[in-house]
């Protein structure tokens, strides 16, 4: 199913992106037609209890004779006949009936916008080809639908927040899920009157008029549409509403028919004022708004497409004498810059080595070192070019001597299955017994280059190899318009330091963003928990562990530096009125030191008792329980997790969230007892609380 929603999605693109493209240009030009059109208006709105008869005994005071008068969707009136002083298209005052002069014409671009739109002047040849343009977003948008649930995980997290890390990428599927219902009205809309245009117009259906029916001064002028007045006393006084048309005799003014238009009429006026926004000038405003999210999106689609037919460059077919092989599963492009640096890292030792995708998974034959740098798509399916490799798994390798490999995981963890896919091929390749892993099976968030070079790093030691991956290959650019902040307080203790730090009031900090800082000379940014103390402080505990902790560890009380602010809310402070339970160790602390509060608990594990001294002082003695591994009495966070079980159950089941931050390894241990916690009392497994938002992780 998921190879189908995206062959849809990209045959869609392909097909008809061209064509919705200029639509949603020239659709931006006509929404904005309404609003100006409304502004135009001349007529003014008439009382809601003005009857058909009042207003034409008032026309009949400006008007020697009347043959028809009408309604436009911005309520003017427009007169056929002779009047006072004037004949010819009249526009009239609803009120008084006095003549008024005609609405000013607007620009030709709007002529020239509505052919283009409608027909991209090729009258009708040109709109079948918009027709099947309109069906085409259809299926743009059934498909897009059926994507942003795979990559959401799910149909109830399908409106969780997505990480704007690339624009065309992830800025795509954030305005097409926030403006997914008007796109879906635009598309269907659109369909509909393509094809009302071309089918046979069903004929009004005649009813039989009762006596009392429709008296004709009981008639008001909001119900009606346009009234045609008789040449000769022969002929009928003819009323069009919305959905009828009602005939009178106009001596006796007795109803003498009425007919019914038909459903597909009615219909096509409804669409055509919600693909239009004729007389609706708020609905206009959201046309223009989501016609400009489509010219983005059509824009993006087309960076995409490419992106992907730009991958057919990478070789299909390797050699036999390669012995090193990159394997590289991909669903929009990115993994590839990182193989690509690694390919050119192997190529400088002169090693023998090619990058192919998963889909071209080659039959290995003697001894094969295998490097799979692969993605994870939606709740912990393949990328898109690597659906059947599980399955093709032992056809592909079974026949080999030994395959060393090593498997490097690219994902986000704001999804429930971060790098699920990339576990499980590890996994599945671990079971053979003539395969060997080469290096303990890692991970990459959201394209963290550091992360990366440390599994090069882990690499180049079980390999003996000195690889050396470009980091200018990675695109490693440093961010522009940095913000200040200046150390206000600095404090040491052994290789940990506190750092209170002044900032910008127009920042709005919350604890649980980030601070990205760049090392000298370094376009590597790291990051680090932020605790926000107050509109213009915030404070980090770092420990000193590299480059850039050394960085800010060395300088001196009252300097600034330069960082920028990376908003984290999927590990802000729940808002509502529930307990939260925190859970941290050694620096993990740092972003709970903002988040005190009244219904809030925290558990913290360190080394020793005088480590907790750097941040005592930001800490309520009143709910906090703190351990310490290397004291008399030894302890760990899990410990507290047992010792207080039944109020740790009793958190749980009464709505309350659990937040985690510091190392993976205490992660795995806390799991671990959480999930003993949550199966002995019948509480929803670790794994549904994640996905539910009630356990929130931020680890490292």
């Known amino acids: ?21 200029f639509a949603s240009v020239t659709g931006c030009i006509l929404a904005v037609e309404p609003w100006l059109l409304s502004q135009n208006a001349v007529s003014g709105q008439h009382k809601s209890d003005l009857t058909l008869t009042a207003f034409q005994e008032k026309l009949s005071v400006e008007f020697l004779e009347v043959f028809s008068f009408e309604k436009d969707a911005y309520g003017n009136i427009k007169v056929e006949g002779i009047g006072n002083e004037k004949e010819g298209t009249l526009f009239v005052n609803a009120e008084t009936g006095k003549v008024l002069d005609a609405p000013k014409k607007l620009s030709t671009i709007f002529d020239l916008s509505r052919d283009l739109h409608r027909s991209l002047f090729l009258k009708t040849p040109g709109r079948i080809i918009v027709g099947l343009a309109s069906l085409a977003l259809v299926f743009l948008v059934i498909s897009g639908i059926g994507l942003h649930i795979k990559r959401a995980g799910g149909l109830k997290a399908i409106y969780k927040s997505i990480k704007i890390l690339e624009l065309k990428r992830d800025g795509h599927a954030q305005l097409s899920r926030l403006f997914v219902i008007p796109i879906v009205i635009i598309a269907v809309s659109g369909t509909y009157l393509s094809v009302i245009r071309f089918a046979p117009k069903p004929a009004n259906e005649t009813i039989t008029a009762k006596g009392n029916e429709f008296p004709l001064n009981k008639l008001l002028m909001s119900e009606v549409k346009k009234v045609t007045l008789p040449v000769v006393e022969e002929d009928p006084l003819t009323i069009e509403m919305a959905d009828k048309l009602l005939h009178y005799d106009k001596a006796s003014e007795k109803l003498i028919k009425i007919e019914v238009v038909p459903i597909s009429e009615q219909m096509r006026a409804l669409n055509f004022s919600l693909h239009t926004g004729e007389g609706l000038k708020s609905w206009a405003v959201v046309l223009f708004l989501t016609s400009l999210v489509m010219v983005f999106l059509s824009f993006t689609g087309f960076q995409m497409v490419g992106q992907k037919w730009k991958q057919k460059k990478h070789k299909a077919i390797i050699a036999d004498d390669v012995d090193t092989i990159i394997l590289v599963g991909s669903e929009t492009g990115h993994t590839w810059r990182f193989a690509d640096a690694l390919e050119e890292a192997y190529q400088k030792l002169n090693i023998k080595v090619s990058a192919v995708g998963l889909e071209n998974f080659p039959r290995i034959i003697g001894k094969k070192t295998l490097l799979v740098l692969t ?17 093709q798994l032992d056809a592909k390798i079974s026949g080999a001597e030994l395959v060393q490999y090593s498997v490097l995981g690219f994902g986000s963890k704001e999804y429930p299955a971060f790098c699920a896919f990339a576990e499980e091929l590890r996994n599945e390749l671990a079971r053979f017994r003539h395969t060997q892993e080469i290096t303990p099976y890692m991970t990459v968030d959201n394209q963290s280059v550091v992360q990366f070079i440390d599994w090069v790093r882990a690499l180049n030691k079980s390999q003996k190899t000195n690889l050396t991956v470009n980091p200018t ?7 522009k318009g940095l913000d200040s902040f200046k150390i206000l307080e600095k404090k ?8 209170r730090i002044g900032h910008s009031d127009k920042l709005k900090i919350q604890s649980g963003d980030l601070l990205g800082v760049y090392p000298p000379d370094e376009n590597i940014e790291r990051y680090y928990s932020i605790a926000s103390i107050s509109p213009t402080e915030l404070i980090l505990l770092i420990k000193r562990t590299g480059l850039c902790s050394n960085f800010l560890g060395n300088l001196p009380l009252g300097y600034s530096f330069e960082a920028y602010l990376k908003r984290n809310p999927t590990f802000y402070f729940p808002t509502d009125n529930s307990p939260v339970l925190m859970i941290a160790n050694g620096t993990g602390v740092a972003p709970f030191l903002g988040m005190q509060s009244t219904r809030s608990t925290l558990y913290w594990g360190g080394k020793n008792r005088i480590d907790s001294e750097l941040f005592r002082c930001y800490i309520s003695d009143n709910n906090c329980h703190l351990v310490f591994s290397r004291e008399e009495t030894s302890a760990y966070v899990q410990d507290l997790l047992e010792k207080n079980e039944t109020a740790v159950a009793h958190l749980l089941g009464n709505q309350g969230t659990i937040m985690i931050c510091g190392s993976l390894t205490m992660l795995k241990g806390v799991l671990a007892r959480l999930e003993d916690v949550t199966t002995k009392h019948q509480l929803p497994s670790v794994d549904v609380l994640k996905k539910q938002g009630r356990i929130l992780i931020d680890c490292y």
């Open 473 to 479: 290959k990675l695109h490693p650019v440093r961010k």
């Open 1 to 21: 199913m998921n190879k189908f929603w995206r062959r849809l999605h990209f045959l869609s693109t392909v097909v008809a992106g061209l064509f919705i493209f």
């Open 492 to 499: 040491e203790q052994g290789d940990t330091f506190l750092l």
């Open 375 to 391: 993605s994870t798509y939606g709740d912990g399916d393949a990328p898109e070019n690597a659906q059947d490799v599980l399955a």
